[in-house]
């Protein structure tokens, strides 16, 4: 009816002008899409092109590298580094990142929380080379030597501010009628808070976690005088260790193009790391939410 | 304003018809204001025990927020305020010391829209005994007694684990979180 009556000013056709302005802006929308995202794909498809090859060279996947010079060789210890500096670096980050969100969020509509929101809004803007001299003073000047827990921490004050925000968004967003639902059966706050919002909001929670944890995985400026870097295949968090993204940049540098080789196929191999932590996230939110 | 006009003029006590009748809760001259709206003007309510007390009145004249009251709940919208009286077994509820949590645990509530927490069937209706600290032998025994008075058990008894969201989107829904277990209810 009201529909029928709009249309009876201008016979039923829509307006020549509007129609036109219709078709302006959608194809500005296709345009500014397309400028977006075909650098991205053009970055895929040279990281997947180049990378490849190296991907596929025998012993990438199981050897350490070779002495400079020498044919062969592989990225164990920098596979292992990053899944071990950001295994320990999340295992710090996400408790701690996912507690202060709650309390962001269910506790912190006053001057405490806007201080703690705005210390972290802070981090979020520094340059990350600035974690890695945190990192380096905290950690490497105290016990006198660079180690993969020094880069360790310097990730996990990065990725702290990434999933404390998240965490706090993910539980705002639950409706204050599921508080009052359990605060009216009795049921103290904080019983509320982990029995009933927390769970409400897993989804966005575990996904801040993931996606601040593959920002980890990507950096290199933290690690360089913290992990610092290790040829050797090294576990021991006290102790110097590769890391993907410090293959990619020490071997993008050096004229041996077996060693440029294996610095495209680490930065595809990094690419597929965080894609894959990506495509899970997002799986693991679309099922708990059915 | 006539809203709450109405409010301040229907509300009186029930007619006690039968003279010895318990009143289990009284509240005496209520205002409630949210910040510097005034939604209640003294309004007053004897509620007697074991009987089913029904508060009519046109939308938005404060029915809801009068209800709140009873068990605390504006404590949780910032900027309310409540003065009167509401008296729960002669002891006011809206005293400063007045346990909240204890408080809810024997005013129970039923909102006006459901709203099932994101679990199983099975733990949307023990939550409150749950809550409570009862044994599992209890709880899956007040849960099946839950869903059988509300008629529900016979179309839920296979899914109890299964999320209550779809569940609840079916038109027979009302009845979550039964008032059975406080010792009085109050639906909005
Ligand atoms: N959170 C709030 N903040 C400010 N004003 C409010 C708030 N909640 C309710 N009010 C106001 O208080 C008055 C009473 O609202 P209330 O929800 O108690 O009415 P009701 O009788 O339950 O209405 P309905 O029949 O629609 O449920 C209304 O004028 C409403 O606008
Ligand atoms: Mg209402």
Redesign the interface.
């Known amino acids: 009816m009201a529909f029928h009556r709009v249309g009876a000013g201008g016979g039923m056709s829509l307006p020549l002008i509007r129609t036109l302005v219709d078709r302006l802006v959608g194809g500005l929308i296709v345009l500014c899409v397309s400028v977006a995202a075909i650098p991205v794909l053009v970055l895929l498809l040279f990281v997947l092109i180049n990378g490849l090859p190296g991907m596929l060279t025998p012993g990438f996947f199981t050897d350490p590298p070779y002495p400079q010079g020498v044919p062969g060789g592989g990225v164990l210890n920098a596979i292992i580094g990053t899944l071990e500096i950001v295994g320990i670096g999340s295992l710090l980050a996400v408790p701690v990142g996912a507690l202060i969100g709650i309390f962001l969020s269910e506790y912190g509509?006053n001057q405490v929380g806007n201080t703690v929101r705005f210390i972290s809004d802070v981090f979020t803007g520094l340059p990350s080379i600035a974690f890695g001299i945190f990192g380096y003073t905290v950690v490497v000047l105290t016990t006198h030597h660079f180690s993969a827990l020094s880069a360790s921490i310097a990730l996990a004050v990065l990725m702290l501010p990434v999933i404390l925000r998240a965490t706090e968004t993910a539980l705002v967003l639950v409706?204050?009628?599921?508080?009052?639902?359990?605060?009216?059966?009795?049921?103290?706050r904080w019983?509320v808070t982990l029995?009933?919002i927390v769970?409400?909001a897993l989804g966005g929670i575990v996904t801040g976690a993931l996606l601040a944890m593959a920002r980890a995985a990507g950096e290199t400026a933290p690690l360089l005088f913290t992990a610092f870097g290790n040829d050797i295949v090294q576990t021991n968090p006290w102790q110097p260790m590769g890391a993907l993204s410090l293959t990619i940049f020490r071997n993008a540098l050096v004229p041996y193009p077996n060693l440029q080789q294996q610095a495209w196929a680490a930065g595809l191999l990094l690419v597929a790391l965080v894609a894959a932590t990506n495509i899970l996230a997002r799986i693991y939110v679309r099922r708990i939410q059915? | 304003m006539i809203a709450t006009a109405s409010m301040q003029t229907k509300v009186a006590p029930p007619p006690l018809r039968d003279v010895d009748a318990e009143i289990k809760l009284d509240a005496r001259h209520v205002d409630f204001f949210y910040g510097d709206f005034q939604a209640l003007h003294d309004a007053s309510l004897a509620v007697q025990a074991r009987k089913i007390t029904a508060l009519i009145g046109p939308s938005g004249c404060g029915k809801t927020t009068f209800l709140r009251v009873f068990n605390r709940m504006h404590d949780l919208v910032p900027g309310t305020r409540a003065s009167g009286e509401v008296l729960l077994d002669g002891h006011n509820v809206l005293s400063p010391d007045t346990d909240v949590i204890n408080l809810r645990r024997q005013v129970g509530m039923l909102f006006q829209r459901a709203n099932p927490f994101p679990k199983s069937i099975y733990d949307n209706v023990a939550y409150g005994p749950h809550i409570l600290g009862w044994s599992k032998i209890q709880i899956d025994q007040v849960v099946e007694e839950s869903l059988k008075d509300t008629g529900l058990w016979d179309e839920v008894k296979d899914r109890l684990r299964r999320s209550a969201r779809r569940w609840i989107r079916s038109p027979r829904c009302a009845s979550r979180n039964s008032c059975k277990n406080s010792r009085s209810g109050i639906r909005s």
Do not use: D
């Open positions: 509509r409706p204050n009628s599921l508080r009052e639902a359990g605060l009216a059966l009795g049921a103290p019983r029995e009933i769970p409400a059915r």
